[in-house]
C-alpha cells in the first residue's frame, strides 16, 4: 500500500463527463489499495471567468476579496468530484485548505505556503476516506482565505506530498507529459520518460507551461517525485526526480521564452562600480534580471544591456532614468521584440562541443543572437522574436532528430 497524491487540472475536470472520467481514475488508485489524496483545480476557465466578473464590479477589487472569490472555483471543482465519488459507493470526503489547515503568508493573490497541519488529512486517510482538496487556496494567520497565484495548485499538490511523504505525485493533465519541446509547435517534439528538477525548472518556464514553477522547486527541495501524465489516456507520463539515467545525448529539451526584452544602457563612465550602481536601481523596483552583457570600454565609456521580462521593462526604464544624475549614460535602447531559446540539459557546460555545435547551428540557419548565456544546465541565446521559432525547429533537428 502507498500514498498517492494526484492533482488533475482545470481542463480535466471542465465539465461532469470529465468529472466522472477523474472519478474513475481515483476509483482505480483507491481500489489498488492505496491512501488517496486528491488535489483538484477549478474547471475549465472558470478563475478567468470569475477574475472577469470582478472587474465588471470593481475594476480595483481589494487582493483579500479576491482571493475570496477565486478560491471558490476549486471549492466547486472538489464538492461535484465528491459526488461523482459518492455515486460510485466510494467513501470520500471533500476539504478546503482552511480545513486541512493549509497555512500561507499573507501576500493575497501570490500566497507563500508556511505549513500544513495535516491532521485532518491524516485522520480522514485513517478512516480509509478518499480525500478531495482544494487547490491553489490556504489561508494566513488571521484565518483569511489565500490564493497561490495562478496554476498554484500543482505546489498544493506537492506540498501535500511532501508533508505525507507520499510516494507518488501525479500531476494530470491535457498533454501526456513532458516533450524534448513545444509539441504543439514542433512536429518532431517527443516525450520524454525522465527528467531532473533542475531541467524541469528550466523547461516549466517556456511554452507548455506544464507545471508550476515552485511546484518543481517544492519538490527538489522534499524530493518529491513527480509524474505528469494525461488524464485522458491510460499510459505513463514523464517522471520528474533527482537522479535521471544517462541517456545519449545530454540534451534534455529545448525552451522558448517571448516574455523577455532586453534594456541596453549606453554609454555608461567605464569606471568601478557602475555595474553596481546600475542593477541596485534595478534591484530597488524588485525587478528580476536575467541575461547581462557589459561591451568592452572604448573611449572611456562601456554599454550594459540586459534582460527582463516583458512586464517590467517599464518600470526599469523609468527607475534608470531616474537615476541618470548618478549614472551619466548617453541613452537607453530598449527591444521588446526579442526571444531567449535555451538548450536545456544536465551537465550541458561540460559536455564538449554542444555550445559549439549550438552556435553552428544558428550560423546554418542565419539566425543572428544578440546575447549569450550559460549555466550549468543550459546555453541560452537571445534572438529577434521572429527567429525564435526557426531557432527551435533548427535546434530540435540537430539535437533530436538525427539520432536516428
Ligand atoms: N485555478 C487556478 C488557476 O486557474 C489554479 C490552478 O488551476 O492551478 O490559475
Ligand atoms: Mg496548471
Same mark, same amino acid.
Given at each position: 500500500m502507498a500514498i498517492v497524491v494526484q492533482k488533475f487540472g482545470g481542463s480535466s475536470v471542465a465539465n461532469a463527463e470529465k468529472i466522472n472520467r477523474v472519478a474513475g481514475i481515483i476509483a482505480d488508485k483507491y481500489s489498488e489499495g492505496n491512501d488517496v489524496v486528491v488535489v483538484l483545480s477549478a474547471q475549465g476557465d472558470t478563475t478567468d471567468d470569475l477574475i472577469e466578473k470582478a472587474h465588471e464590479i470593481?475594476?480595483? $477589487?481589494s487582493r483579500r476579496e479576491m482571493d475570496m472569490l477565486l478560491s471558490t472555483g476549486e471549492q466547486m471543482s472538489i464538492a461535484l468530484c465528491a459526488m461523482a465519488l459518492e455515486r460510485m459507493g466510494l467513501p470520500v470526503i471533500s476539504l478546503t485548505g482552511w480545513q486541512i489547515g493549509m497555512y500561507t503568508n &499573507?501576500?493575497? &493573490?501570490?500566497a507563500r505556503i508556511k505549513r500544513i497541519r495535516g491532521d485532518r488529512i491524516m485522520k480522514e486517510l485513517d478512516k480509509h476516506r478518499i480525500v478531495l482538496v482544494a487547490g491553489f487556496q490556504g489561508v494566513n494567520k488571521f484565518d483569511d482565505i489565500t490564493t497561490l497565484g495562478r496554476g498554484g495548485s500543482d505546489t498544493t499538490a506537492v506540498a501535500i506530498a511532501a508533508m505525507l511523504h507520499a510516494d507518488l505525485c501525479q500531476i494530470y493533465t491535457d498533454v501526456d507529459g513532458v516533450y524534448t519541446t513545444d509539441p504543439r509547435q514542433v512536429k518532431g517534439a517527443r516525450k520524454l520518460e525522465e527528467i531532473s528538477y533542475d531541467e524541469m525548472l528550466e523547461l516549466a518556464s517556456?511554452?507548455?507551461?506544464?507545471?508550476?514553477n515552485r511546484s518543481v522547486e517544492l519538490a527538489k527541495k522534499y524530493n518529491v517525485e513527480l509524474e505528469v501524465l494525461s488524464s485522458y489516456e491510460r499510459k505513463p507520463g514523464t517522471i520528474v526526480r533527482e537522479v535521471v539515467k544517462v541517456e545519449k545525448t545530454k540534451v534534455g529539451g529545448i525552451a522558448k521564452d517571448t516574455n523577455v526584452a532586453r534594456i541596453a544602457v549606453v554609454?555608461? =563612465?567605464? =569606471? $568601478?562600480g557602475m555595474a553596481f550602481k546600475l542593477f541596485r536601481v534595478v534591484a530597488k523596483e524588485n525587478i528580476n534580471v536575467d541575461i547581462i552583457l557589459q561591451s568592452i570600454g572604448r573611449h572611456n565609456t562601456k554599454d550594459i544591456s540586459f534582460t527582463t521580462s516583458r512586464s517590467d521593462v517599464d518600470r526599469a526604464v523609468k527607475a534608470i532614468e531616474a537615476a541618470k544624475d548618478t549614472l551619466r549614460f548617453e541613452h537607453i535602447d530598449v527591444a521588446t521584440d526579442v526571444a531567449k531559446v535555451s538548450l536545456v540539459g544536465l551537465g550541458i557546460m561540460s559536455s564538449v562541443g554542444t555550445a559549439s555545435l549550438m552556435f553552428e547551428v544558428l550560423y546554418n540557419a542565419k539566425v543572428n543572437i544578440n546575447m549569450i548565456n550559460t549555466s550549468e544546465i543550459k546555453v541560452s541565446v537571445l534572438v529577434d522574436e521572429k527567429d525564435a521559432e526557426r531557432t527551435v525547429q533548427a535546434l530540435h533537428e540537430a539535437f533530436f532528430e538525427d539520432e536516428g
Amino acid at each position: 500500500m502507498a500514498i498517492v497524491v494526484q492533482k488533475f487540472g482545470g481542463s480535466s475536470v471542465a465539465n461532469a463527463e470529465k468529472i466522472n472520467r477523474v472519478a474513475g481514475i481515483i476509483a482505480d488508485k483507491y481500489s489498488e489499495g492505496n491512501d488517496v489524496v486528491v488535489v483538484l483545480s477549478a474547471q475549465g476557465d472558470t478563475t478567468d471567468d470569475l477574475i472577469e466578473k470582478a472587474h465588471e464590479i470593481n475594476k480595483n $477589487p481589494s487582493r483579500r476579496e479576491m482571493d475570496m472569490l477565486l478560491s471558490t472555483g476549486e471549492q466547486m471543482s472538489i464538492a461535484l468530484c465528491a459526488m461523482a465519488l459518492e455515486r460510485m459507493g466510494l467513501p470520500v470526503i471533500s476539504l478546503t485548505g482552511w480545513q486541512i489547515g493549509m497555512y500561507t503568508n &499573507s501576500d493575497y &493573490s501570490n500566497a507563500r505556503i508556511k505549513r500544513i497541519r495535516g491532521d485532518r488529512i491524516m485522520k480522514e486517510l485513517d478512516k480509509h476516506r478518499i480525500v478531495l482538496v482544494a487547490g491553489f487556496q490556504g489561508v494566513n494567520k488571521f484565518d483569511d482565505i489565500t490564493t497561490l497565484g495562478r496554476g498554484g495548485s500543482d505546489t498544493t499538490a506537492v506540498a501535500i506530498a511532501a508533508m505525507l511523504h507520499a510516494d507518488l505525485c501525479q500531476i494530470y493533465t491535457d498533454v501526456d507529459g513532458v516533450y524534448t519541446t513545444d509539441p504543439r509547435q514542433v512536429k518532431g517534439a517527443r516525450k520524454l520518460e525522465e527528467i531532473s528538477y533542475d531541467e524541469m525548472l528550466e523547461l516549466a518556464s517556456m511554452g507548455a507551461q506544464v507545471l508550476h514553477n515552485r511546484s518543481v522547486e517544492l519538490a527538489k527541495k522534499y524530493n518529491v517525485e513527480l509524474e505528469v501524465l494525461s488524464s485522458y489516456e491510460r499510459k505513463p507520463g514523464t517522471i520528474v526526480r533527482e537522479v535521471v539515467k544517462v541517456e545519449k545525448t545530454k540534451v534534455g529539451g529545448i525552451a522558448k521564452d517571448t516574455n523577455v526584452a532586453r534594456i541596453a544602457v549606453v554609454g555608461l =563612465e567605464d =569606471e $568601478p562600480g557602475m555595474a553596481f550602481k546600475l542593477f541596485r536601481v534595478v534591484a530597488k523596483e524588485n525587478i528580476n534580471v536575467d541575461i547581462i552583457l557589459q561591451s568592452i570600454g572604448r573611449h572611456n565609456t562601456k554599454d550594459i544591456s540586459f534582460t527582463t521580462s516583458r512586464s517590467d521593462v517599464d518600470r526599469a526604464v523609468k527607475a534608470i532614468e531616474a537615476a541618470k544624475d548618478t549614472l551619466r549614460f548617453e541613452h537607453i535602447d530598449v527591444a521588446t521584440d526579442v526571444a531567449k531559446v535555451s538548450l536545456v540539459g544536465l551537465g550541458i557546460m561540460s559536455s564538449v562541443g554542444t555550445a559549439s555545435l549550438m552556435f553552428e547551428v544558428l550560423y546554418n540557419a542565419k539566425v543572428n543572437i544578440n546575447m549569450i548565456n550559460t549555466s550549468e544546465i543550459k546555453v541560452s541565446v537571445l534572438v529577434d522574436e521572429k527567429d525564435a521559432e526557426r531557432t527551435v525547429q533548427a535546434l530540435h533537428e540537430a539535437f533530436f532528430e538525427d539520432e536516428g
